[in-house]
């Protein structure tokens, strides 16, 4: 299931939602939404590139961001974190 959202740009864009709750909370893998922001490729981006691109994206779509290591990562975590957004959108990522 993908929803489209608003980049920086004022761009829509479509984005793969990972995960949904009853209570409409979703999360999207953050891969998932490089891959819609940078179509042509994102994995040669720099940090310097992609970190204030996701910050802008979180703000604008009043969404939150969720990161564990592997060890620790739990998608129920993800959608959980998703309560405390004004949106009920959660970005995840497992850091590993």
Same mark, same amino acid.
Do not use: H, Q
């Given at each position: 299931?993908?929803? !489209?959202?608003?980049?920086?740009?004022?761009?829509?864009?479509? $984005?793969?939602? !990972?995960?949904?709750?009853? %209570?409409?909370?979703?999360?999207?893998?953050?891969?998932?939404?490089? %891959?819609?922001?940078?179509?042509?490729g994102w994995y040669r981006?720099?940090?310097? $590139? !992609?970190? +204030?691109?996701? #910050?802008?994206?979180?703000?604008?779509?009043?969404?939150? =961001? =969720?990161? *564990? +290591?592997?060890?620790?990562?739990?998608?129920?975590?993800?959608?959980? *974190? *998703? *309560?405390?957004?004004?949106?009920?959108? $959660?970005?995840?990522?497992?850091? #590993?």
């Amino acid at each position: 299931m993908s929803a !489209t959202f608003t980049d920086s740009k004022g761009r829509i864009i479509p $984005v793969e939602i !990972t995960m949904n709750a009853p %209570d409409k909370r979703r999360a999207i893998n953050i891969c998932a939404l490089f %891959d819609s922001l940078w179509p042509e490729g994102w994995y040669r981006l720099g940090y310097d $590139v !992609t970190t +204030p691109a996701l #910050s802008c994206w979180l703000a604008e779509n009043k969404a939150c =961001y =969720y990161a *564990a +290591p592997r060890e620790t990562f739990s998608r129920r975590s993800a959608i959980d *974190a *998703a *309560a405390s957004c004004v949106s009920g959108i $959660v970005v995840m990522e497992d850091m #590993s």
